[in-house]
């Protein structure tokens, strides 16, 4: 929500000639700037089964390109949307999705850059801008506790973990998502309005 591509580097006390503009404020609803513990989710055996109908269309042969993508984006919906009331929104969303395969390559032969910039903590840390971490309690691809720790790390951070959500939480309680955007955005205008 900065305004940021994503193919921008993002601007930095190193680099402040970022084709990204400077954020006043940022919601982070992806937090992977910290990395994911190899046993973050071991015993967590519904994880394993929703994940499992993905890993299988990923090992399909007879799939390749834009429809193995759209192919595995459909069976691993059930581990990006907690709520079985919420999945079959997100089912029809997919249907809609042009799906491309582009990063496909890259990713298997290992060169795709990683999702996770190097020293993100410390990079957002510098900034000294308002972050709201914004994550959904049952995120079966990176866990809740990971936006908790950056709240740490980061001074200028909130973290809200929003309960009976995955990873797609603004589609599993969008109520409370914009609820807590709403509320960060209000608390900054208050403090804001109390130093003028």
């Not at 249907?95 to 990683?114: K, N």
């Not at 309690?137 to 001074?155: G, K, N, S, Y």
């Amino acid at each position: 929500m900065a305004g940021c591509s994503p193919r921008a580097p993002w601007p930095s006390p190193s680099n402040p000639t970022s084709s990204c503009s400077s954020p006043t404020v940022m919601v982070h609803a992806w937090p992977p700037m910290l990395p994911v513990p190899p046993d973050a989710f071991d015993g967590w055996h519904e994880r394993d089964a929703r994940l499992a109908v993905g890993s299988a269309v990923w090992s399909d042969p007879t799939l390749s390109g834009s429809e193995l993508v759209r192919a595995a984006a459909v069976a691993e919906a059930p581990a990006d949307v907690w709520r079985p009331q919420a999945l079959p929104d997100y089912q029809r969303r997919l249907e809609s999705i042009h799906f491309t395969a582009e990063w496909l390559r890259p990713w298997r032969a290992g060169v795709l850059p990683s999702a996770r910039p190097d020293a993100a903590a410390e990079r957002l840390t510098a900034f000294g801008i308002p972050l709201l971490l914004l994550h959904g309690r049952q995120d079966m691809t990176f866990p809740a506790h990971l936006a908790e720790d950056a709240e740490r790390l980061i001074p200028s951070a909130r973290a809200v973990v929003l309960d009976d959500a995955g990873h797609m939480a603004h589609l599993d309680q969008p109520g409370p998502w914009l609820g807590a955007i709403t509320d960060f955005l209000r608390d900054l205008g208050a403090v804001a309005g109390r130093m003028a």
